[in-house]
């Protein structure tokens, strides 16, 4: 199956930094998107984007599908931004998305 | 906005019970999706369902089945419990193009 490589796997920035978080895959996708999960273990979709790129306020996401990566920019950290970020695929008729390990990012105060 | 709907949001059972977890779709996404996540794991995909027919197989144990219905919700039915069945079960639902949508997941224990 496809593979998904996340990094950092583990992150901590004081609050006001910004970090891009990258995501590998080893196939083509028709389907790419980056989740957080938060403290309670909710998946909130961030970012739906296959290709190109997206931004929502302090965030932002690109996808370059033909070299197979994907990065997601958080700028002005929170602390509220702690947790884990997922990046997660699809092939064209897989079924399921793939997840990758996840970066458990901490912002300290 | 409508979300996916999850219930219950927890859950504790004990070795050999069984357990029922129901979905219910935003509305007019016809395809759902189960996936269990293990404590520091990532997702893993179980099972999906499309027009109310099993549509793709994953990680999924034989102990555990589920459906759906013709309102579009879904039930995944969960026996002979064993204490590593304890998980986050995450819900999810799509339109025919887009991104998938997760529920808040429900929290099950085996004790």
């Known amino acids: 199956g496809i593979q998904v490589e996340q990094s950092p796997p583990d992150l901590i920035l004081q609050e006001g930094a910004n970090s891009t978080l990258r995501c590998n895959f080893s196939?083509?996708?028709?389907?790419l998107q980056w989740f957080h999960q938060n403290p309670w273990g909710q998946l909130i979709n961030l970012f739906y984007i296959p290709s190109g790129t997206k931004q929502n306020g302090r965030l932002s996401a690109t996808t370059v599908a033909t070299e197979r990566y994907s990065l997601l920019y958080i700028s002005s950290s929170q602390t509220t931004d702690s947790g884990v970020y997922f990046c997660?695929?699809?092939?064209?008729?897989?079924?399921?998305?793939?997840f990758g390990k996840g970066t458990h990012l901490i912002i300290q105060p | 906005a409508a979300g996916v709907i999850q219930s219950p949001r927890h859950l504790i059972k004990e070795k050999r019970e069984t357990a029922t977890l129901k979905c219910y779709p935003i509305?007019?996404?016809?395809?759902v999706y189960w996936y269990q996540q293990g404590p520091g794991q990532d997702p893993q995909f179980l099972i999906s369902f499309y027009e109310k027919m099993q549509s793709d197989k994953g990680s999924i144990p034989d102990r555990f089945s589920a459906q759906q219905f013709s309102d579009y919700h879904s039930e995944l039915n969960m026996s002979s419990l064993e204490l590593g069945d304890s998980a986050l079960y995450f819900c999810?639902?799509?339109?025919?193009?887009?991104?998938?949508?997760f529920g808040s997941g429900t929290r099950l224990t085996v004790v």
């Open positions: 999810a639902s799509i339109a025919r193009a887009g991104g998938y949508t």
């Open positions: 196939d083509s996708v028709n389907n």
């Open positions: 997660a695929v699809k092939r064209g008729g897989a079924d399921g998305l793939t």
């Open positions: 509305p007019r996404h016809d395809t």
